[in-house]
């Protein structure tokens, strides 16, 4: 199991699809980065002027993030991505 | 559905006019980059001194934003915005 | 109409004299970009440690501004500016 | 007149001894940059965690001040110079 | 002993596996720095608006912290690494 | 007279001694900035979270100051220093 | 007498041992910069939020600090360095 700290929030990138919208099937270096994920885990909470509150993403959302935020981890066999709520741009139902 | 984040704001670009003030047509790369905006979604507010207040802006608002601000992202079919409450400048009506 | 948001401010520029001291009329290239300009519109304030306060220019406003401060946009037939209270230096009566 | 905002001060310079200590008359070009100046006007005061404050400095005082800080303006016939408080290094008597 | 200050922390780095998936042994040089550590020790806390609050990890916490964050230093015959608590990412159990 | 603004204080810098330890006398162009002196005036204190506090350095106190800081004036026949308080480093008794 | 201000701590660097673990004795310009101190003073403390705390270290602590950190200065026949609290990692027993 792998807890965040504070603002911090474990992803696991959505793979864009594989094909244009032409119907080309894309080769690897050719697809964009992935900016949607799902959120595996979420920190317990930040600061606000000595406050502690709750993150606004909770673990199953899908959500859009920042291109190239946060650090790639490798938990077991998982690759995921710790990035900090303000990476997180919106969430899409 | 799309819901931004805290003080994020996802809008849709409104274009501009393709043709010049005498009449020329422009081609499309001639043409600025669009800086109005349709407010598509608005975040929950974002904090102040550790109090939480509401955003400026609301849905369905017609906003000038700062050139190149924000993050441009494909959800479904459309191509929006997403950008913090910062970059927007002035509603106009 | 165009409502700024929040410690900005709309201004129209204020043409500097076409003529130098001497009498010469200057070229368009020759003149210095304006630094004086008249407050079209002022937003709803700014945040001091968690308290909103009102902005200290108001409209109609003769002010002088930071060279290169702000944007510039087009509202209709107007080329106008939008900059931050922090960027005005002074009002003049 | 010419009434400045929040912590920022208008200075009339003082010009430097055009004479060197030996009493060589020296050229424009060879002159330092002033930097003393008197105050002509202040602003109303800025905020310390959300308290206005007055300035120290007041109109008439006969203030040393940062090299290269502040802008110039010119307001009618006189060359004037707006800076923050901050920029003010100290008061002579 | 060693007691870090603050919201400092000490970890020993936990090395990698020397094997590949592929079960190939990697030479020294091409094992990827290690970012995953056991805390030795931590600080006595952080100040968050003039409160103290403690830090989130513990003694023992197996944790993943941000590649290149912190100070190596040598203590005794162990080297550990000194950080700051928002270089920690993540516990992993 | 010259009374500094807020956090500044103005020192004499203090001549360090024009001979090496092994008693060879140095040109002027070999000798280090000196960064000891004497405080001369201090402001009336600086803002903390709202409160006024006194400054930690007194008139006659000698310190040790950060080498290059501060603004070098004239003031009379005086070759003076003003610096802020988070320039000194140390009293010396 | 020295006494450092405010966050400030007065350390005397403890040399490193001339030999490396094979009992090679290094030449002076092959050793490394010495990370560790023994605290000679401390500052009065430092203010959070308003309030004024004291340091975490004191007189005669040994301490490990930022390499590069802090500014070396000679008070009489001493070779001393002050540096900020921010810079010391931890204390070592």
Redesign the interface.
Known sequence: ??????D?I?LQAIEQEEKTASGIVLPESAKEKP?EGKVI?VG?GR?????K?AL??KEGDHV?F??YAG?E?K?GEDDLL?LR??D??????
Chains 1, 2, 3, 4, 5, 6, 7 share one sequence.
């Open positions: 199991m792998i807890k965040p700290l504070g911090r474990v900016q885990a317990t600061y606000e002027n000595g406050q509150v606004e993403v859009i920042s291109k650090t981890v938990v710790i709520e303000s997180i741009l919106a969430i899409v139902n």
